[in-house]
């Protein structure tokens, strides 16, 4: 039995999100259509990185085990069966113990917004037509990386052992029209980067003081966090290995 990993891009904006679900399409059923299809067998995929309805990816993983070979050249045909808003990059043989979930040591994602209509950005960013003050968007980004307990920033009914994350990067910057936030993290919590930005918005109209936004994330209390912000504006943009000789197979 041989492991192997997918690594893939996206447009979510026709899918219900990452993981599989019933009754609805998803990257994750997509994909095992496809390789099922090709193949003729089925394949069970587990994924690096869940995203939500709408999100999208510049790289993600899924990996599998299976006893068929599978050489690189089969991306074509994969590609030539999947819809055209996903991708496969690659798929390359790893470890019988690499993990795409646990071996992964950080994520990062970038989420975009825009002050005036634009018709070619409006399902890859969120139209925001109020005044925001880019300095106090990253005093509130800054405060980010002073704390690791994000349980204000995760929603409701998330199984998980803990609120901590170690978040490395986050800022925002203006480019070609957009402001743009970028996060990066050894892990993320269900819908917490939309609930950072959402949050952070509130900061940038002066709706929310710095202060105010400490004592949000100090509460851990989700109630008090913003997360109405739209799932397409925002992009997976990488699912990082500290050291790849020891996930893929050499």
Request: proline share 4%.
């Amino acid at each position: 039995m041989q492991r192997y990993f997918i690594e893939l891009s996206y447009s979510g904006t026709a899918y219900a999100g990452f993981q599989i679900q019933e009754n609805a399409p998803t990257i994750q059923s997509e994909v095992e259509k496809a390789l099922a299809v090709f193949f003729k067998q089925a394949f069970s995929l587990t994924g690096s990185s869940r995203t939500d309805a709408g999100v999208h990816a510049l790289q993600n993983y899924f990996h599998f085990d299976t006893e068929t070979e599978i050489p690189q050249k089969v991306v074509y045909n994969i590609n030539a069966i999947l819809p055209p808003d996903i991708a496969v990059k690659r798929i390359f043989p790893v470890q019988q113990d690499a993990h795409c979930r646990f071996n992964a040591v950080s994520r990062e994602y970038r989420y975009y917004v825009y002050p005036e209509k634009d018709p070619f950005l409006r399902d890859r960013a969120y139209f925001f037509p109020y005044p925001l003050q880019l300095e106090q968007l990253n005093a509130a980004a800054t405060l980010i990386k002073e704390h690791t307990d994000f349980t204000s920033f995760s929603k409701r009914n998330t199984q998980v052992k803990n609120f901590l994350c170690n978040i490395v990067e986050s800022r925002w910057t203006d480019e070609n029209n957009c402001l743009v936030y970028t996060v990066k993290a050894n892990r993320f919590l269900r819908g917490m980067v939309r609930g950072l930005v959402g949050t952070m918005l509130q900061v940038g109209r002066g709706k929310t003081d710095i202060e105010g936004f400490r004592k949000i994330i100090e509460s851990r209390n989700c109630a008090h966090a913003d997360f109405s912000v739209p799932g397409h504006g925002l992009f997976l943009c990488s699912v990082n290995f500290d050291t790849p000789q020891q996930v893929i197979q050499s």
